[in-house]
Structure formats: structure tokens, C-alpha cells
């Protein structure tokens, strides 16, 4: 069963940042894809970033890019969103998911994802 936990949410003020992680169990899947999502009370879910964890470009959503920056570490088997410059819209409940295939044309849709953790929240404070 793979298991995804993820901590570092918190409260900042605008133009401040915050490091998530994402800790994983997924040993030996080495074409896994990881993504954060992120969502507001009364809004959709939106994918926010999504990493391979064989290798390759990591997808930013629009609305993150220069911003965000997910990256991995696989020996502590964690995915991490850097975000900077957060501003009182990032504010939400920001969930890791994962599959055990590679990430698909479309990495940001949460339907492509099995694996689900229950998510760390975000509060940006003008």
C-alpha cells in the first residue's frame, strides 16, 4: 500500500515561503509521478506541480510558474514544493498524489492519480 504523508504547511504573510513535503512509500516504482494539488474552500481542486521520479521536466501550473518549484530527494523518499512569493490566493489545503505509471500527458488532472495523502494546509495573510 503506498502511503504519502505531507507537513510543512503553515501561515506567512504575503511575499514569504513555505517548503512542503511530501514523504512517500513508493520503493522501487521508479516511474512514479508525484503532484501536488492544492485546494481553496468553495473552489476546485487545481494541480499545482507534478514530478516524475525517474527524471525529467517537472510541470508547473500557470498560475505557479517562477514561483513553485517541486523537486525530490529519492533516498528520503520525499517530494518537496518550494514556494515563494506566496500571495493570499495560494492559500489552500495543498494534498501530494501519486501513480505508479509514469505521469501522463496531462500530469495536473487529478483523476490520473490513485494515491492521495491528507494534505497540509497553506494560509497567506495579506
Known amino acids: 500500500q503506498v502511503r504519502l504523508v505531507e507537513s510543512g504547511g503553515g501561515s506567512v504573510q504575503a511575499g514569504g515561503s513555505l517548503r512542503l513535503s511530501c514523504t512517500h512509500s513508493l520503493y522501487g516504482y521508479i516511474s512514479a509521478c508525484v503532484t501536488w494539488f492544492r485546494q481553496a474552500p468553495g473552489q476546485e481542486r487545481e494541480g499545482v506541480a507534478s514530478i516524475s521520479l525517474g527524471g525529467g521536466a517537472a510541470i508547473y501550473a500557470d498560475s505557479v510558474k517562477g514561483r513553485f518549484t517541486v523537486s525530490q530527494d529519492n533516498v528520503k523518499k520525499e517530494v518537496y514544493l518550494q514556494m515563494n512569493n506566496l500571495q493570499p490566493e495560494d492559500s489552500a489545503m495543498y494534498s501530494c498524489?501519486?501513480?505508479?505509471?509514469?505521469?501522463?500527458?496531462?500530469?495536473?488532472?487529478?483523476?490520473?492519480?490513485?494515491?492521495w495523502g491528507q494534505g497540509t494546509q497553506v494560509s497567506v495573510s495579506s
Open positions: 498524489a501519486a501513480r505508479l505509471k509514469s505521469c501522463p500527458y496531462s500530469p495536473l488532472q487529478g483523476y490520473a492519480y490513485t494515491y
